[in-house]
Nanobody
């Protein structure tokens, strides 16, 4: 049973930083593609970054250079470090996971592939 729980959301001024955490039980990185996604009101869910081991990190163009995805050594917490935040980054942020499958790349573009989702954490960015 995979369970995901996000934390670390909050309010920040534009240009500021936040670090989101995702406590993941039952989903070790050696078998699961992990990712961060967000959804703003009235918009579609957007893939931000995915993690499948240290060499398997993929970022969406919208956050490349500003956001960084990582996992702790114990492999039970996924992080999203968000720097230089903009008002457009305001959204509910979700952690998600799916079992790795050969031939199916671990990428934030394949949102529908992800089968396990957390409840989300809210991020507000004021200008």
């Amino acid at each position: 049973q995979v369970q995901l729980r996000e934390s670390g959301g909050g309010s920040v001024q534009a240009g500021g930083s936040l670090r989101l955490s995702c406590a993941a039980s039952g989903a070790t990185s050696s078998r699961f593609c992990m990712g961060w996604f967000r959804q703003a009101p009235g918009k579609e869910r957007e893939g931000l970054a995915t993690f499948f081991g240290v060499g398997g990190v993929v970022y969406a163009d919208s956050v490349k250079g500003r956001f960084s995805i990582s996992q702790d050594n114990g492999k039970d917490t996924l992080y999203l470090q968000m720097n230089h935040l903009k008002p457009d980054d305001a959204a509910t942020y979700y952690c998600a996971a799916r079992a790795f499958a050969f031939g199916t790349p671990c990428t934030p573009k394949r949102i529908s592939d992800f089968t396990y989702w957390g409840q989300g954490t809210q991020v507000t960015v004021s200008s």
